[in-house]
């Protein structure tokens, strides 16, 4: 069974950074999409970073608009962990944000950011940024 822990949230001001971690719990002879997403009050889930990786390596990453160059996703698979890192808060980056795993076909080599094609989610971990 897949589960997904997130941690790290908090509040910050804005300018300030923030890192969050999630635990995951993968089979590990399925492939998968790992990615950050996160929903601000009446706003639609959207996607943040996803990233598809393998031990050491990194095959393929992508960012939202708005968080490129100030957002850095990476993996740990030795450690089964996917974090965020978050730097340059904006106040428009405050939301709940999710981890999300999708399992993919063994020819897909790309990942989307849309919510609907993730399967696994965790519970969310709150960033509140101030200005």
């Known amino acids: 069974q897949v589960q997904l822990v997130e941690s790290g949230g908090g509040s910050v001001q804005a300018g300030g950074s923030l890192r969050l971690s999630c635990t995951a719990s993968?089979?590990?002879?399925?492939?998968?999409?790992m990615g950050w997403f996160r929903q601000g009050p009446g706003k639609e889930r959207e996607g943040v970073a996803v990233t598809l990786s393998s031990g050491s390596s990194t095959y393929y990453a992508d960012y939202a608009d708005s968080v490129k160059g100030r957002f850095t996703i990476s993996q740990d698979n030795a450690k089964n962990t996917l974090s965020l890192q978050m730097n340059s808060l904006k106040p428009e980056d405050s939301a709940m944000y999710y981890c999300?795993?999708?399992?993919?076909?063994?020819?897909?080599?790309?990942?989307?950011?849309?919510?609907?094609?993730?399967?696994?989610w965790g519970q969310g971990t709150q960033v509140t940024v101030s200005s």
């Open positions: 993968l089979n590990t002879d399925n492939r998968y999409c």
């Open positions: 999300a795993a999708a399992r993919l076909a063994w020819w897909i080599r790309s990942c989307t950011k849309a919510p609907g094609d993730y399967n696994y």
